[in-house]
């Protein structure tokens, strides 16, 4: 078979609801690797943010940040990062709305202070689990970010959303994940990646870099931050616990992460 290059998102892909890779998908990925073809994650965290647990899988490229950093054998292919003035522009406009937020970073990400007072648990424990990695916001020079994640706050109507996309359509890639709750997705969460920018775009770049072809591409993924490069990708795979819309994008539908789904996808698609 001809080698191809999977892009792999973390998230409900590759991390379960427990924060474990499943010993299947271990599996799947060695015997990627064997049988030549190339591995890379494919994510919207930043490469701070990245587990322990996905980086001893020796991946052999990353699409980090939602297509703001591609990464090829630990050296940087691209990277771009967001400007002070735009930063301002989107504090003023976030804070307005009322969002708890964290700019991303490749070395830190930086929420504000009185982001600590918040009562919204996944936010506060999210940022916590990063430990010094965490960076209070002290002057907005010191941001050095390509992303931001947004929690909007309680009672935030459609009509809002709407309104608060508008504003901010110019600059920025607007990403609302479904707001189900389960023990994979995050209820109410929004990602902003600079316009033009996103996982299908950074797999594009990867693919530049190293002189391959769109028919190469395998995109794994399971979440609305996944639709472009499930758009993108010659083969397009989604986990059964994915998202409704993801679903409607794949070329395959895969079974749950917790039911060997990227072991039995490889498999049967004769990727292994």
Same mark, same amino acid.
Do not use: W
């Given at each position: 078979?001809?080698?191809?290059?999977?892009?792999?998102?973390?998230? @409900?892909?590759?991390?379960?609801?427990?924060?474990?890779?499943?010993?299947?998908?271990?599996?799947?990925?060695?015997?990627? &690797?064997?049988? +030549?073809?190339?591995? $890379?994650?494919?994510?919207? &965290?930043?490469?701070?943010? *990245?587990?322990?647990?996905?980086?001893?899988?020796?991946? #052999?490229? $990353?699409?980090?940040?939602?297509?703001?950093?591609?990464?090829?054998?630990?050296?940087?292919?691209?990277?771009?990062?967001?400007?002070?003035?735009?930063?301002? !522009?989107?504090?003023?406009?976030? !804070?307005?709305? @009322? $969002?708890?937020?964290?700019?991303?970073?490749?070395?830190?990400?930086?929420?504000?202070?009185?982001?600590?007072?918040?009562?919204?648990?996944? $936010?506060?424990? =999210?940022?916590?689990?990063?430990?010094?990695?965490? !960076?209070?916001?002290?002057?907005? !020079?010191?941001?050095? /970010?390509?992303? *931001?994640?947004?929690?909007?706050?309680?009672? =935030?109507?459609?009509?809002?959303?709407? /309104?608060?996309?508008?504003?901010? &359509?110019?600059? =920025?890639?607007?990403?609302?994940?479904?707001?189900?709750?389960?023990?994979?997705?995050?209820? +109410?969460? *929004?990602?902003?990646?600079?316009? @033009?920018?996103?996982?299908?775009?950074?797999?594009?770049?990867?693919?530049?870099?190293?002189? &391959?072809?769109?028919?190469?591409?395998?995109?794994?993924?399971?979440?609305?931050?996944?639709?472009?490069?499930?758009?993108?990708?010659?083969?397009? *795979?989604?986990?059964?616990?994915?998202?409704?819309?993801?679903?409607?994008? /794949?070329? =395959?539908?895969?079974?749950?992460?917790?039911?060997?789904?990227?072991? #039995? /996808?490889?498999?049967?698609?004769?990727?292994?």
């Amino acid at each position: 078979m001809e080698k191809k290059l999977i892009f792999f998102d973390i998230d @409900g892909t590759l991390l379960n609801g427990k924060k474990e890779v499943p010993e299947s998908t271990k599996t799947a990925l060695r015997e990627l &690797r064997e049988a +030549g073809h190339l591995r $890379f994650v494919c994510t919207g &965290r930043t490469k701070c943010m *990245i587990p322990e647990q996905v980086r001893e899988l020796e991946f #052999d490229g $990353f699409v980090f940040g939602g297509g703001t950093q591609v990464v090829y054998e630990g050296e940087d292919v691209t990277y771009q990062e967001l400007s002070y003035p735009l930063i301002l !522009k989107s504090v003023e406009i976030l !804070k307005r709305y @009322g $969002f708890v937020y964290l700019f991303e970073g490749k070395d830190n990400i930086y929420y504000e202070k009185e982001a600590q007072k918040e009562e919204r648990a996944y $936010f506060s424990s =999210f940022v916590k689990g990063f430990g010094s990695l965490a !960076k209070i916001i002290e002057d907005y !020079k010191d941001i050095c /970010a390509s992303k *931001i994640t947004l929690v909007p706050p309680v009672g =935030f109507t459609n009509e809002q959303l709407e /309104a608060f996309k508008l504003e901010m &359509r110019d600059d =920025f890639n607007v990403i609302v994940h479904e707001a189900e709750k389960n023990d994979i997705l995050t209820d +109410g969460l *929004i990602e902003l990646v600079p316009e @033009g920018t996103n996982k299908a775009t950074g797999i594009k770049d990867a693919i530049t870099f190293l002189k &391959r072809e769109q028919k190469d591409t395998v995109g794994v993924g399971d979440s609305n931050n996944d639709l472009e490069m499930l758009a993108y990708t010659k083969e397009s *795979i989604c986990m059964g616990n994915g998202t409704s819309r993801a679903k409607e994008l /794949a070329t =395959f539908q895969a079974k749950h992460i917790d039911d060997d789904g990227i072991y #039995d /996808a490889m498999k049967t698609l004769q990727y292994i």
